[in-house]
């Protein structure tokens, strides 16, 4: 069955450090996108992809990065990990601009 | 651009219905809506795309007013396994982004 999957599933880091989260979908979709899900703000939109070597920023993008070099794969860059970046992280996909997003389980980062 | 969703928690019994709104200062091109149980991903409910359109699924349903900017969903005769928090994500007509509210939370008690 097709899915998404993210790793890992927890990490604990510290500041300063780079961290690269994984996200792969075996769906064949076009659009991915990264959240980040905090208390009080719901899930907030940080990069997003409508296709290989297609990527944007959303609207809490400072400090992370990611690159699409195939479809099924777009892992989300903490350049310099921050304690203000300690939260959940959901990737999602969807097979066209205005379907269904299918969620991954989620990455829960602790930045000490 | 971040949608409101009101009310921010609901308690219910069982049987009970609620209506959960959405609503945005932008114009919205579409709506979706999706729950997430505690601990778990967000899973999809339903899409409301420009024109008004209301669409059911079993026992929940949710409407898309156009001109108000605004979506509501309807849970009716809730059911215990309704509990959880519910979102709605909103595309706008300028822009590519898509926007999550900050939630519903919804608990159903016996």
């Known amino acids: 069955d097709a899915e998404i999957t993210q790793s890992p599933r927890h990490k604990i880091t510290e500041t300063g450090r780079q961290v690269t989260l994984a996200c792969h979908q075996t769906?064949?979709?076009?659009?991915m996108f990264w959240y980040r899900q905090d208390l009080g703000h719901g899930l907030r939109l940080i990069h997003y992809?409508?296709?290989?070597?297609?990527?944007n920023k959303g609207e809490v993008s400072d400090g992370y990065s990611v690159s699409r070099s195939n479809t099924e794969d777009l892992p989300l860059t903490l350049e310099s990990a921050a304690s203000s970046q300690t939260s959940v992280y959901f990737c999602?996909?969807?097979?066209?601009?205005?379907?269904?997003?299918?969620f991954g389980p989620g990455t829960r980062l602790t930045v000490l | 651009q971040q949608p409101v969703q009101s009310p921010q928690a609901v308690i219910l019994r069982e049987g009970e219905d609620a209506v959960i709104n959405c609503s945005s200062s932008?114009?919205?091109?579409?709506v979706h809506w999706y729950r997430q149980k505690h601990g778990e991903a967000p899973v999809f409910l339903m899409i409301?795309?420009?024109?008004?359109e209301q669409k059911g699924h079993e026992k929940i349903s949710a409407s898309f007013n156009e001109k108000k900017q605004q979506s509501s969903l309807y849970l009716t005769a809730s059911q215990l396994s309704y509990s959880g928090t519910y979102f709605c994500?909103?595309?706008?007509?300028?822009?590519?982004?898509?926007?999550f509210g900050t939630g519903t939370s919804l608990t159903v008690i016996p």
């Open positions: 932008k114009a919205l091109y579409s």
């Open positions: 769906w064949n979709h076009n659009n």
């Open positions: 994500g909103t595309e706008i007509y300028t822009g590519n982004q898509f926007y």
């Open positions: 409301l795309l420009k024109g008004g």
């Open positions: 999602a996909s969807s097979e066209s601009r205005y379907s269904e997003q299918f």
């Open positions: 992809s409508y296709g290989v070597h297609d990527t």
